[in-house]
């Protein structure tokens, strides 16, 4: 089965530590996406990759940082600079690097609900 | 930038039919999709338009004006299933490249 699988379900850290959240999919997608949401709220772009090794900055970049390495891997590490890190973290992938049409149709990973303690 | 606007809360009753609007500023528009989440889950692509006009999927339906920048989602015959919150994203130029910006979220309450 194809898809998008996102690891831990939850994870809890603590101030000042740094924490990775893995984001996997084989779809053969080129772009993947990796998002917050808190609660009541929309979805915000953190980063975006269109191609391996090449990733930008979203709106809410600051605190975190992705590597993308590998076609189907996507991972996010929320730094210690991230001053308010709990929320739900959503990685997306898409045929196209958007602005292509129906191939901009985001596939969702199930999520990684993020605590800090 | 850009940003989207779209109603907080909808309440219907299962049969009716309910609209969802969606309202956007953006630079260079490309297309106005639509996705469903429930609680806790993760969205799910409902529906995409690049072009004014009506897509209709079974009994899911979404409309777009792109002079008045503005489209809708129509859910018809409800049902206590779609209770869910409702999102639309637009594809807009931002440094050379498309990004998806995601509205605030609708969120629907079906009644029996």
């Known amino acids: 089965d194809g898809g998008i699988t996102q690891s831990p379900k939850y994870l809890f850290r603590k101030e000042g530590q740094n924490v990775t959240l893995s984001c996997e999919q084989n779809?053969?997608?080129?772009?993947m996406y990796w998002y917050r949401q808190d609660p009541g709220q929309g979805l915000r772009l953190i980063y975006y990759?269109?191609?391996?090794?090449?990733?930008q900055k979203g709106d809410i970049a600051e605190g975190y940082s992705v590597s993308r390495e590998k076609k189907e891997s996507f991972p996010l590490t929320v730094t210690s600079a991230q001053k308010n890190p709990t929320a739900f973290y959503l990685c997306?992938?898409?045929?196209?690097?958007?602005?292509?049409?129906?191939?901009?149709?985001?596939?969702f990973g199930p999520g990684t609900r993020l605590t800090v303690l | 930038g850009q940003s989207l606007e779209q109603p907080s809360e909808v309440t219907a009753v299962e049969g009716a039919i309910v609209q969802i609007n969606c309202t956007y500023q953006?630079?260079?528009?490309?297309?106005l999709s639509w996705y469903q989440q429930h609680d806790g889950g993760a969205p799910t692509f409902l529906s995409y338009?690049?072009?004014?006009g009506l897509e209709e999927t079974g009994r899911f339906s979404s409309f777009l004006s792109r002079s008045d920048s503005y489209g809708y989602l129509l859910l018809q015959e409800l049902q206590m299933k779609d209770s869910a919150s409702y999102f639309c994203?637009?594809?807009?130029?931002?440094?050379?490249?498309?990004?998806?910006?995601f509205g605030r979220g609708t969120s629907l309450i079906v009644h029996p």
């Open positions: 997306a992938s898409s045929i196209g690097p958007g602005g292509a049409g129906d191939t901009d149709t985001q596939y």
């Open positions: 779809l053969n997608h080129d772009a």
């Open positions: 990759s269109q191609i391996v090794n090449d990733f």
């Open positions: 953006t630079s260079g528009f490309y297309g």
């Open positions: 338009n690049a072009l004014d």
């Open positions: 994203a637009v594809w807009g130029l931002s440094g050379g490249s498309y990004i998806p910006t």
